[in-house]
Structure formats: C-alpha cells, structure tokens
C-alpha cells in the first residue's frame, strides 16, 4: 500500500519570503500525485495535479508553483508568499482507483 | 461542471444518536464517490468508496452510505454516533479521464457530538 510523507508538519513564514513543502511517496510507481489546500473554515481545494515527472497542471491561478523532479516526489513552491497562502496543505498520491493522502502541513503566514 | 455540494456546513448530534450527511454531486458518467473524514490537524482517512456494483456501500467506524443516481446523492449513514465520531466529513467524486482523474471535494460537514 501507499505511505505519504510530508513535512515539514508546520511552518510559520514572513510575508515575501519562500516556500518549499515536499512530498514524497512510497509503495507505488507511476503515481498520479496532487497537492491540495484547505484554507481556514473552507473546503479542499485542487491546487495541482502530475501524471508523471516534470508534468505539471496548475488548476487554479495563484502564487505557488509545484515540480517533479523525480517519479515519488512532488514539491510546492514559492517565491514570495502572501498571507493569503496561509492553510492547511495535502499531498495525495492515486494508483488506480485509490487516493492516500499525507498527513499535511500547517503553514501559516505572518 | 462537475461539483459536489455539501448543504449542510455544520451538524450536532447526541451521542448515540444516529447520524445521516448529506452529499449531492454534479457528474454526467457514473461517478466514483468516496467519503473522508479529518480530525483536527490531520490529514483525510477515507470512510469508504463507491465505484460499481451493490449502491449501499459498508465502510469503517460502523458507517455506510447509499448511492442514489435518481436523486445524484450519495448520503453517509451511521445508526449510533460516538463520541469519537467528531470531525469534519468531506465527500469527493473522482472526475476527469483516467489518467488525468482528480478528486473534487465538497466543501465539509463539522459534526460536533453533544454528550
């Protein structure tokens, strides 16, 4: 089966500075890998999927931007953030008809 | 588009007392439906799926859920809550092509157990 790790677990950032969150997954090849954002009292929103390295696609206009380098390893990035990049982010990993998700990353930005 | 809604953004109950989510979903093809729940601060631990077959779906933690295509519903059951049953409850659909496929959530249900 599956296994997800993320870390850091939590993060406090000031405004303007990077981000880097990584995920990396376990158990499986050929992955489709996603991130996902849950800000405060809202949803999960899609941010980006890959289907394979190097492939990425964005579904939401935003500050991050994400990378594969590698087959089991999923990476969200970004340049300056912004207070609104505050949430709670999730990495999933689907083979199949399965998703396993990662146990996230509070990232909260001052 | 494809969506799912979830009405109902907040739920009480008594423990012991049963328990029925709601899930509507927007989708054209057959859908493949999942419910997870979120404890605080954690991540998503799937409850159980929907992909063909028999409509009433057993998952853990003793719930079930129903997939109704007249009614495009697919409602999370379960007789008897617990107290340890309080958390947030997304419902998913699964959308997109089969290697594009991603899972578009609702936006959650909090349900809070009254002693």
């Known amino acids: 089966s599956q296994t997800i790790h993320q870390w850091p677990a939590t993060l406090v950032q000031p405004v303007g500075s990077p981000l880097s969150l990584e995920c990396t997954v376990e158990g499986t090849s050929n992955p489709n890998l996603y991130w996902y954002r849950q800000a405060a009292g809202r949803g999960l929103q899609l941010l980006f999927y890959s289907v394979g390295i190097g492939q990425i696609s964005s579904e939401v206009p935003q500050n991050l931007s994400a990378s594969r380098p590698q087959d089991r390893q999923f990476i969200l990035s970004s340049k300056k953030l912004l207070l609104s990049d505050s949430g709670f982010y999730l990495c999933?990993?689907?083979?199949?008809?399965?998703?396993?998700f990662g146990s996230g990353t509070r990232l909260t930005v001052v | 588009a494809q969506s799912v809604t979830q009405p109902d953004i907040h739920i009480t109950v008594s423990e012991g007392a049963s328990l029925e989510l709601r899930c509507n979903y927007s989708y054209g093809a057959t859908p493949y439906l999942f419910w997870y729940v979120q404890s605080p601060g954690q991540g998503l631990q799937l409850l159980l799926k929907?992909?063909?077959?028999?409509?009433l779906v057993q998952g853990i933690k003793g719930f079930e859920a129903e997939f109704k295509r007249s009614q495009s519903s697919f409602n999370l059951r379960k007789p008897s809550v617990h107290w340890s049953d309080a958390a947030e409850y997304f419902c998913a659909v699964a959308r997109g092509i089969q290697g594009a496929q991603k899972l578009v959530f609702g936006q959650g249900t909090r349900l809070t157990i009254n002693p």
């Open positions: 999933a990993s689907r083979q199949g008809r399965g998703y396993t």
């Open positions: 929907y992909f063909s077959g028999d409509t």
